[in-house]
């Protein structure tokens, strides 16, 4: 949780978006695209990240999705449009969520809002306070009825896991040959 929040906070640095080869500088008030897409990408993963949650017995099967989740929560909590969830019906007919950050808020709205929880983590973790560290991170893992209600969304949607079938090459009776298999 700590180091993807780290990294959507500190994407927001010009100097750090230079060491990844994005050298145009933009403007400290606004975003970057490259910076903007992973703060989308962040809120998406929280969200499909539900499905790693049992709602029988409370608990997350996936400890990276929790955290995304955790993200998804704080940003929400932040409040003030940064980011909104929205119920719609897809093209298909079938309930869908829409995902929509607004990018004139993350390098204030959102920034602030990661900071102040990347500040209560490292205090929690600095000394050793287990108990309230356990507290705030079971705060926003909790999963009240509209995240419950997003989640049922997210598991009807749920696609089979891709996979990437690859040839390879093999050296047999002095030759070298590609070996295909189906997808």
């Not at 995304?68 to 093209?91: C, F, N, P, S, W």
Request: one cysteine or more; proline letters at 4%; charged letters at 25%.
């Amino acid at each position: 949780c700590r180091a993807e929040c780290s990294g959507i906070y500190l994407c927001l640095e010009q100097a750090v978006l230079s060491i990844f080869g994005h050298e145009t500088p933009v403007d400290p008030t606004s975003v970057s695209d490259v910076s903007y897409i992973n703060w989308l990408l962040m809120v998406r993963a929280g969200l499909t990240g539900l499905e790693f949650y049992t709602p029988a017995t409370g608990e997350w099967r996936q400890a990276h999705m929790r955290a995304r989740y955790v993200i998804l929560r704080v940003l929400l909590e932040a409040g003030e449009g940064l980011v909104h969830l929205d119920k719609v019906t897809g093209d298909d007919g079938a309930p869908d969520l829409r995902v929509r950050v607004d990018k004139d808020l993350i390098p204030t709205v959102g920034k602030a809002a990661i900071g102040k929880f990347l500040l209560a983590l490292q205090v929690h973790k600095s000394l050793g306070d287990v108990a309230g560290g356990t507290s705030l991170f079971e705060r926003y893992s909790a999963v009240p009825e509209e995240m419950a209600a997003a989640r049922e969304i997210v598991m009807a949607r749920k696609e089979a896991r891709k996979l990437l079938v690859q040839p390879h090459l093999y050296a047999s009776e002095g030759g070298v040959y590609l070996r295909s298999f189906p997808a």
